[in-house]
């Protein structure tokens, strides 16, 4: 991902066509390392393609992709009909856990001591 953030850096720079120096150079300017393999790739694969064109077939395939959050909320409703209560003391039961967890008591010592 850092060398795709640095090739895509270097074009909003301006820099149309950058190269594995100009990629290397911004990754160098921050202390990372570029992967010579995933670089080489990247650059091939780029290679006399507009940026711009490559972002918006990715986001035409990511349209395709369903996320699976329909999934829930279909599901959600039909349980909270079909459980009345029960669901309403679990999550009470829940909170009264996570404050135990929260508490400093049992680490034995303070933080002001």
């Given at each position: 991902?850092k060398?795709?953030?640095?090739?895509?850096?270097?074009?909003l720079?301006?820099?149309?066509s950058?190269?594995?120096d100009?990629?290397?150079?911004?990754?160098?300017?921050?202390?990372?390392?570029?992967?010579?393999?995933?670089?080489e790739?990247?650059?091939?694969?780029?290679?006399d393609?507009?940026?711009?064109?490559?972002?918006?077939?990715?986001?035409?395939r990511?349209?395709?992709?369903?996320?699976?959050?329909?999934?829930?909320?279909?599901?959600?409703?039909?349980?909270a009909?079909?459980?009345?209560?029960?669901?309403?003391?679990?999550?009470?039961?829940?909170?009264?856990?996570?404050?135990?967890?929260?508490?400093?008591?049992?680490?034995?010592?303070?933080?002001?001591?």
């Amino acid at each position: 991902m850092k060398v795709i953030a640095a090739y895509l850096l270097a074009v909003l720079g301006g820099n149309t066509s950058p190269t594995a120096d100009d990629v290397k150079n911004i990754l160098e300017s921050v202390g990372a390392e570029a992967d010579e393999e995933k670089l080489e790739f990247l650059l091939t694969e780029l290679k006399d393609k507009d940026i711009t064109e490559v972002i918006a077939a990715g986001r035409e395939r990511l349209s395709s992709v369903t996320s699976g959050g329909g999934a829930i909320a279909v599901g959600a409703p039909a349980a909270a009909a079909g459980g009345g209560a029960a669901p309403a003391e679990e999550a009470k039961k829940e909170e009264k856990v996570e404050e135990k967890e929260e508490s400093d008591e049992d680490m034995g010592f303070s933080l002001f001591d």
